[in-house]
């Protein structure tokens, strides 16, 4: 891999620390205000990286700037693994998702339990703000298709995905929000794709 210069190891090192505080990288508007120089420049500096080898990018999607080569001095190597994005869900009114591969988010290994599946979904609405899961959030999910009593779920009813508290009542399911501007869902017909795991918010 070829040498890079002071500018392009600065544009490198804010892509690896931006992703690490913030789990999704930066995009290109992101690095440019940061370094208070142009989007061009900024693009010229990302092709250079990704000729050089230490850089890769997709086309198609937006933030997706993914370091191939540490660069960092004296950098404490933490496990990791990535997960998929699989876009938004409700904590309100159940909303419609087609669960469309998003992005991909990279998580502390200690994050997800060894050898279970997990997915990440954003969540949108205030119906679980009492479980402290707010608007905006990311909720870590560990892909599962049953769940006991009070277990927070993701929920798929019909068409429409809900992250909800678990209840199992004698001739339905109830779907209870932690927020008491809400009302319990009830259906018979629920299916469990995960249960919560983990929260991330950014500040």
């Known amino acids: 891999m070829k040498e890079l210069t002071a ?3 600065q544009v490198l090192h804010f892509i690896q620390d931006f992703t690490e505080e913030n789990v999704c990288p930066p995009s290109v508007r992101e690095i440019a205000e940061h370094f208070s120089i142009s989007i061009k420049a900024i693009q010229d500096h990302i092709a250079a990286l990704r000729k ?3 850089l890769s990018q997709s086309e198609k999607r937006s933030r997706s700037l993914r370091v191939l080569k540490e660069t ?5 190597k933490i496990a990791t693994v990535e997960i998929p994005l699989l876009g938004t869900i409700a904590a309100g009114k ?3 998702c087609d669960e469309n591969y998003e992005n991909t988010i990279v998580l502390p290994q200690d994050f997800v339990k060894d050898g279970q599946k997990h997915f990440a979904l954003h969540v949108r609405g205030t119906s679980m703000r009492d479980a402290g899961i707010l608007d905006g959030d990311i909720a870590i999910i560990r892909q599962c298709n049953s769940a006991q009593d009070g277990d927070i779920v993701v929920a798929l009813i019909e068409d429409s995905v809900t992250l909800k508290r678990f209840f199992k009542e004698s001739t339905r399911i109830r779907l209870q929000p932690e927020n008491p501007e809400f009302k319990p869902i009830y259906s018979q017909e629920v299916q469990i794709l995960g249960i919560l795991s983990n929260i991330l918010r950014n500040y």
């Open 7 to 9: 500018r392009q190891q």
């Open 52 to 54: 050089k080898g230490y």
């Open 72 to 76: 960092r001095p004296e950098v404490r």
């Open 94 to 96: 159940p909303l419609f």
